[in-house]
């Protein structure tokens, strides 16, 4: 059972950016690939960023693309999403996941494991 746990939520202004960690509790961190999702109130979680098990392979939700960077170190089983130029509308809750692929993981088809989720709020 891999535990993940977010972190880096918080409260920013428009323009500004963050850093979300998602660390992981096991070394088999290593075989999974990874991903951002976000939640609005009311809303369906939607998919913001995956990156494959090595980290050669990324994809962005286009709402995000040029602003967010996901990126991974498995010695340290943690998971990045860099936030940059951050908008009132990226105010959510953050979820980080873990599934075998990216493919499946965009879909939110066969997640594994889900983080507990990080509030990011950003002020006009």
């Known amino acids: 059972q891999v535990q993940l746990v977010e972190s880096g939520g918080g409260l920013v202004q428009a323009g500004g950016s963050l850093r979300l960690s998602c660390a992981a509790s096991e070394r088999t961190f290593g075989n999974y690939a990874m991903g951002w999702f976000r939640q609005y109130p009311g809303k369906e979680r939607e998919f913001v960023a995956v990156?494959?098990?090595?980290?050669?392979?990324?994809y962005y939700a286009d709402s995000v693309k040029g602003r967010f960077t996901i990126s991974r170190e498995n010695a340290k089983a943690t998971v990045y999403l860099q936030m940059n130029s951050l908008k009132p509308e990226d105010t959510a809750v953050y979820y980080c996941?873990?599934?075998?692929?990216?493919?499946?993981?965009?879909?939110?088809?066969?997640?594994?494991?889900w983080g507990q989720g990080t509030q990011v709020t950003v002020s006009s």
């Open positions: 996941a873990a599934a075998p692929n990216t493919s499946r993981l965009r879909l939110q088809l066969g997640v594994d494991y």
């Open positions: 990156i494959n098990w090595s980290g050669a392979s990324t």
